[in-house]
């Protein structure tokens, strides 16, 4: 079943609640099941970075969420921005990873970004729109709300001629971001007993 809704940009007091719904959608993530491997701290780990994260993509790029409340949400960075940067992660409160996340899930988290920053690198050298996070909230996954949180985005674009990059670690997944035309650029396994993941890319439609 497809329910209609609308996407709008995210306001800034709505970070908490978006994150709020970004921590229940990656509760089952793989990447965040390897990072946070004690059970007992996950929840609060993501229900703290998942907000952080939002007011991030909201600073420095675009946030899309639903109209009147929030059943989703898509983080984005800009071409030539596209770096989660350490001053930035600093200045945003990511200061508190370690104490958050422990010394071992800080640890995992800093390797996750060091993989992915270098195949971004490699992969990804033109300017282009980096889709940092897309999560929707679980009672309204499969009812086009992922999708439709795209969209404006993708969009914009085709409408600049721009390629869009993303990394994922759900196979689930894949076919939904080859129906909006993302390809797969790299499948692997993250180092150190990590999950598998894939990192995809976009080319502009005309």
């Known amino acids: 079943m497809t329910t209609a809704t609308r996407t709008v940009p995210m306001r800034a ?52 969420t639903t109209d009147t409340t929030p059943e989703g949400a898509a983080v984005w960075l800009p071409p030539g921005d596209v770096k989660v940067t350490m001053l930035r992660m600093v200045q945003g409160g990511l200061l508190r990873a370690p104490l958050k996340f422990g010394v071992g899930g800080f640890r995992r988290f800093l390797k996750a970004m060091d993989t992915f920053e270098h195949l971004h690198d490699r992969d990804m050298p033109m300017p282009h729109w980096y889709l940092m996070l897309l999560g929707v909230d679980p009672p309204r996954q499969g009812q086009g709300v992922g999708g439709t949180l795209l969209q404006p985005m993708l969009a914009r674009a085709d409408a600049e001629g721009m390629p869009c990059y993303l990394e994922t670690q759900k196979a689930i997944n894949v076919p939904f971001y080859q129906r909006h035309g993302f390809e797969t650029v790299v499948e692997l396994d993250m180092p150190d007993g990590g999950p598998h993941c894939w990192t995809m890319k976009r080319t502009p439609r005309s």
């Open 13 to 64: 007091d709505q970070a908490a609640e978006c994150g709020a719904v970004l921590a229940r959608a990656f509760a089952d993530d793989p990447l965040f099941n390897w990072i946070l491997q004690n059970e007992t701290r996950r929840d609060a780990s993501l229900r703290w970075f998942m907000p952080t994260a939002a007011r991030y993509g909201d600073r420095h790029g675009h946030v899309f």
